[in-house]
């Protein structure tokens, strides 16, 4: 079971670390690894905070379209938006959204049944 568990971690941990990669570009080292700080709350935000759910398009819906959002493409200006949606490889660090919402933050990814959930931070008790 600990094999298991251990191989699924690691494949998380890659993915994250790609995603991270990706957005920060030559300035990851610099900017996140050498931060743990902000190298945890991207963990955290990747693992735990952010959400795609399947939700049905309605007529009456005022959630922002993922469109809407700028690219965050300040370190790495290659970075461009996806064309097609893939939630599994979905990579929320490439844009602009506000990561400290005080409620969760709902975005519908354009002509989709997605929608990509922002949980609120919750502080950390010691």
Do not use: C, H, W
């Amino acid at each position: 079971m600990l094999v298991a568990f251990a191989n699924i971690s690691n494949v998380n941990a890659q993915q994250i670390n790609a995603k991270i990669q990706e957005v920060y570009g030559d300035k990851t080292q610099e900017l996140v690894i050498n931060d743990p700080v902000r190298l945890d709350f991207l963990n955290d935000l990747l693992d735990n905070r952010i959400k795609i759910i399947e939700s049905p398009l309605s007529d009456s819906e005022k959630e922002p379209k993922l469109s809407s959002v700028e690219l965050l493409n300040k370190y790495n200006p290659d970075l461009k938006r996806d064309v097609e949606f893939d939630p599994l490889n979905f990579n929320p660090l490439k844009y602009n959204f506000n990561f400290f919402p005080k409620t969760a933050s709902v975005y519908r990814v354009d002509n989709t049944n997605y929608l990509i959930v922002i949980q609120a931070q919750t502080l950390k008790k010691d």
